[in-house]
C-alpha cells in the first residue's frame, strides 16, 4: 500500500485479550506492511507488555468512558486526532457496533469487519437497524467472514453490493509443527496412547453447548469405553461443566485444561492430540474458525449446521453437520468417526488439503489489501 493509503483500525476486541477477533487482527496485521497501519483498541491489562512487541503503533483507550450517552462518542476526537499523527487516511472498523458512524461523522473513508454476533443481533434492535443502513450507506465496503453473514446483511439492507466475503486464513504451517514434549504433556493430561479424544477448545459460555457433549459422554462410552472429551478453555461456564461431569460420574473421562495460551504453538499440541473435534453452537457462528484450525491438523470436525459453519466444514467430506439440539444425532456423528477408521482417514485428508488450498493466511491477507486499497 502506498505512503497516502494508511490505515488505522478501530477494534475493542484485540490482544492480549483472548479470542477469535483478537487473534483475527493479530494475524491479519502481521501481513501489512507494519509502518502502513497503526490501532485504536481498549485498554486492558497487560496490553502495555504487548503493545511493545508489535512494529506498528498501538492506541488504548476507554472505548465507553464517555459521561454522557452514547458513551463511545468520545471516541470521535481520538480518532480525528491520531489520524492526522498518523497521517492515515482510512479507518477500518474491526466490528460492527453503532460507534462505526463517526466514519460518517469524520467524513473519513471507511471500512466495517463483520465476525458473527455483531452482525447476527443487529436485526433485533432497531436502533442498530437504524445505525447499520447508514453505515452500510457511507462506508467503502463491509467485509465478512462468510457467505452466511452476506446474506444477513442481504436481509437488512436488501442487497450486498458493498460485501465482501473473505475467508479468515490458518496458520496450518506452525499448527503442523511437531510439539515440544508431547508424550509428557498427553501423559499430564491423564490421556493414554491408546485413549480417542473429543475435542472443543474455546470459552466456556452457554451458548458454546459444551453441556450436550457432556451429556451424551456416558452412551459413547458405553460403546468406546477408551474415550477422553477435553474441554480447552475458561469462562464462566466451567464450574458448573465440572458439576455436571461429576454428576454423570466422568470423572477422569472428561478434562478440563483451564485457560490455554491463546497462539498456535499451544493449540497445535490439542489438535494434533484429538481425533474429532466437536463446535455444536447452540446459536448460529459467522464461520468458526476452530473449525479450521482442527482440520488442518488432520482432526475431523463434528460442528452445528447453523449458520457459517457449513462453510467451515463440508459435510460428508471434512466432517458432519448435526443439529446442536439432536443429542442422539451428534453422538451417532461423533461414534462414526470413531469406529471407522476409513471414514475418518477421507476426512481427515480432505480437511487438510482444504485448509492449505483455501484458507492460507498469506493469500487471505492479499484478498483483504485488496479489498482496502
Same mark, same amino acid.
Given at each position: 500500500m502506498s505512503s497516502n493509503n494508511k490505515k488505522l483500525l478501530v477494534t475493542y476486541f484485540f490482544p492480549p485479550q483472548i479470542g477469535g477477533i483478537e487473534n483475527y487482527y493479530l494475524n491479519l496485521l502481521s501481513h501489512f506492511d507494519q509502518s502502513e497501519v497503526s490501532v485504536l483498541c481498549q485498554q486492558q491489562p497487560g496490553d502495555k507488555e504487548f503493545d511493545l512487541t508489535q512494529s506498528y503503533h498501538i492506541y488504548r483507550t476507554e472505548f465507553f468512558g464517555g459521561k454522557l450517552p452514547p458513551r463511545w462518542l468520545k471516541l470521535q476526537p481520538e480518532i480525528k486526532e491520531i489520524m492526522a499523527t498518523e497521517k492515515a487516511s482510512n479507518l477500518i472498523f474491526g466490528h460492527f457496533h453503532p460507534l462505526n458512524v463517526i466514519g460518517s461523522r469524520l467524513k473519513a473513508p471507511y471500512y466495517v469487519f463483520g465476525h458473527g454476533t455483531d452482525i447476527r443481533k443487529i436485526k433485533d434492535n432497531f436502533w442498530q437497524k437504524f445505525i447499520f443502513k447508514r453505515v452500510y450507506r457511507d462506508c467503502q465496503a463491509i467485509v465478512t467472514n462468510s457467505n452466511y453473514l452476506a446474506q444477513e446483511i442481504a436481509k437488512l439492507t436488501g442487497n450486498?453490493?458493498?460485501?465482501?466475503? $473473505?475467508? %479468515?486464513?490458518?496458520?496450518?504451517?506452525? &499448527?503442523?509443527? %511437531?510439539? +515440544?514434549?508431547?508424550?509428557?504433556?498427553?501423559? *499430564? #493430561?491423564?490421556?493414554?496412547?491408546? +485413549?480417542l479424544v473429543i475435542l472443543s477448545m474455546g470459552r466456556l459460555v452457554k451458548d458454546k453447548n459444551y453441556e450436550t457433549i457432556i451429556r451424551i459422554m456416558p452412551a459413547l462410552l458405553n460403546l468406546l469405553p477408551n474415550i477422553k472429551y477435553i474441554i480447552a478453555g475458561d469462562g464462566p461456564e466451567l464450574e458448573n461443566l465440572k458439576a455436571l461431569a461429576d454428576q454423570a460420574d466422568l470423572e477422569n473421562k472428561v478434562i478440563f485444561t483451564g485457560m490455554i495460551k491463546n497462539n498456535d504453538e499451544a493449540k497445535a499440541f490439542y489438535y494434533q492430540l484429538a481425533h474429532v473435534y466437536v463446535g455444536v453452537s447452540a446459536i448460529a457462528e459467522g464461520l468458526? $474458525?476452530?473449525? &479450521?484450525?482442527?482440520?488442518?491438523?488432520?482432526? %475431523?470436525?463434528? *460442528?452445528?449446521?447453523?449458520?457459517?459453519?457449513?462453510? *467451515? $466444514? #463440508? +459435510?460428508?467430506?471434512t466432517g458432519i453437520l448435526a443439529d446442536p439440539k439432536d443429542q442422539e444425532g451428534i453422538a451417532k456423528a461423533i461414534y462414526r468417526l470413531l469406529s471407522d477408521k476409513d471414514m475418518w482417514e477421507k476426512m481427515a485428508t480432505a480437511g487438510q488439503e482444504r485448509v492449505k488450498r483455501e484458507f492460507d493466511w498469506a493469500i487471505q491477507a492479499e484478498k483483504i489489501k485488496e479489498i482496502l486499497k
Open positions: 450486498t453490493d458493498k460485501v465482501k466475503v $473473505v475467508y %479468515p486464513g490458518v496458520n496450518w504451517q506452525q &499448527l503442523n509443527q %511437531p510439539v +515440544d514434549d508431547f508424550e509428557a504433556q498427553r501423559d *499430564a #493430561l491423564g490421556i493414554g496412547s491408546n +485413549d468458526g $474458525v476452530s473449525y &479450521l484450525e482442527a482440520s488442518a491438523c488432520r482432526t %475431523p470436525v463434528v *460442528a452445528s449446521k447453523q449458520g457459517g459453519s457449513a462453510e *467451515a $466444514v #463440508l +459435510d460428508g467430506e
